[in-house]
């Protein structure tokens, strides 16, 4: 078995789109449109890995009790210790909020982690 894809609601849907194009060099597929649930979607698909589906719906907010945006975290590997040290100098460097890191964590993990621009939380990882 294996994840297939992760979905999160967004405000900003194109600004979320070109984020993980810009910094992910994710494939994106073409933008699906529900006009009657007022529903907007892309597929973002990452190398040898699982999808992260952006949606955006009328009436989704933080405040929401059944669905509303955001997640705990995701983890996206990349690598090396190295490419974590560059791709976070990278985000900072442009602007994005460092939460902590890079460093080992108390389990093992060497990771950074960063907000992406709706303050949804990014793990970067080896």
Do not use: C
């Not at 999808?51 to 509303?68: A, F, N, P, Q, V």
């Amino acid at each position: 078995m294996k994840i297939e894809h992760v979905a999160i609601w967004v405000k900003d849907l194109e600004k979320m789109k070109n984020f993980y194009e810009t910094y992910f060099h994710v494939d994106t597929s073409a933008k699906y449109h529900n006009e009657k649930k007022e529903f907007e979607s892309y597929f973002l698909t990452f190398d040898e890995s699982a999808r992260l589906e952006i949606m955006r719906k009328t009436g989704i907010d933080k405040t929401s009790t059944t669905e509303h945006l955001g997640w705990a975290h995701i983890a996206i590997s990349l690598g090396d210790k190295e490419l974590v040290d560059q791709m976070t100098a990278r985000l900072k460097k442009d602007g994005y909020p460092l939460v902590n890191g890079p460093r080992v964590t108390g389990d093992g993990y060497y990771e950074s982690v960063i907000e992406d621009p709706e303050g949804n939380l990014i793990e970067l990882t080896v």
